[in-house]
């Protein structure tokens, strides 16, 4: 089966095709970080309009890419949630009149079972049962995945996701966007020691996370600093390290907790570098997978294979053009079981 995968529950407007025989055949990405950087983060009308703008070339380019017409296209999936609600409907509405247009069937694709899935496109898979670490701008969340579309819940943010924490601070600091990236540049010319922050519900049992009061000791410290250029690679260094360290200890009694030694790291923060070398020295028991930095970020690849997955098992979304903000994950079921 080759599905065509659409994403756009956010800023970038992400389309591929899986072939459920042959793996990943094309993917092309569209990144709106120039529209959205004059406001230090995702400004959603700006988002749904660059969707609509964006979504019928990346289409025609994305088959010209794989090399096939549109008729060698057996089914649609796209993101149906969780996400900024007007831009999972122009990817909705898009993918159902593409589907309807040609007889298609089409699936409606969780977010993040999406990331969590992404490094089943890689070359070295992990075996199910793991444990996954999904880390982006909206979700901050440990899920013990006991099989496809088996997911539960171990620890939630409470407040920011450690993304938004990053984008936030990178404001504060005047670093730019996204966040993220901009953080860990400063980072590199900050002196270590200079600031230490706290790492936020390590000293209490539990899983949940909490970033909001890491945004707030950036920015006391950047007030009791003289704001300079050093200062702020100071404050940017110490800020990252207290997230990293605040996921790996997670990570580490999640694993511990558990006892399960595969760990999946999903989702934009992924690609911190520190977060990988962190998890590296402390958790070398636990046998790790990441996607390829491609697939950190939002990516149409992951919600065609998502989509194939339970294409292949016989689900389908009726032809209406709906989205879910919100979502749950533990509300998914396996692929093909009807709730």
């Known amino acids: 089966m080759r599905v065509l995968g659409i994403e756009t529950s956010c800023d970038e407007t992400g389309l591929a095709v899986y072939d459920s025989a042959h793996g990943l055949l094309a993917h092309v990405l569209h990144s709106q970080a120039s529209v959205h950087a004059d406001f230090g983060g995702v400004v959603p009308e700006l988002a749904s309009r660059d969707h609509i703008q964006r979504l019928l070339p990346l289409t025609r380019r994305v088959l010209a890419e794989a090399g096939l017409e549109e008729a060698a296209i057996d089914g649609v999936a796209y993101t149906a949630g969780p996400g900024l609600v007007g831009a999972l409907l122009t990817g909705a509405a898009f993918a159902q009149g593409y589907a309807w247009a040609r007889g298609l069937p089409a699936i409606g694709v969780h977010h993040m079972e999406g990331h969590l899935l992404a490094p089943m496109l890689e070359p070295e898979t992990p075996d199910w049962p793991f444990l996954a670490l999904l880390v982006s701008g909206g979700h901050t969340q440990l899920v013990a995945v006991d099989g496809p579309g088996a997911y539960r819940l171990l620890g939630d943010t409470v407040d920011d996701a450690a993304g938004e924490a ?64 050093e200062a702020r690679a100071d404050i940017a260094l110490a800020f990252e390290q207290a997230v990293v360290d605040t996921l790996v200890i997670k990570c580490r009694r999640a694993a511990d907790a558990t006892g399960l030694r595969r760990l999946v790291i999903a989702g934009g923060v992924g690609a911190n570098s520190r977060l990988r070398e962190t998890l590296a020295e402390r958790l070398a028991d636990v046998e790790r997978f990441f996607p390829r930095l491609d697939f950190c970020t939002d990516n149409g690849a992951m919600i065609a294979y998502a989509g194939a997955m339970r294409l292949l098992a016989g689900e389908r979304t009726p032809q209406r053009v709906g989205a879910r903000a919100r979502w749950p994950l533990t509300e998914l079921e396996p692929p093909g079981v009807v709730a």
């Open 166 to 229: 990053f984008d936030k601070t990178a404001q504060l600091l005047g670093l730019g966007y996204p966040g993220g990236p901009a953080v860990a540049e400063a980072a590199r010319n900050g002196r270590e020691g200079a600031f230490r922050f706290p790492r936020p519900m390590t000293d209490r049992p539990g899983l949940d996370f909490s970033f909001s009061g890491l945004k707030t000791a950036a920015r006391l410290a950047l007030e009791r600093s003289d704001a300079g250029a």
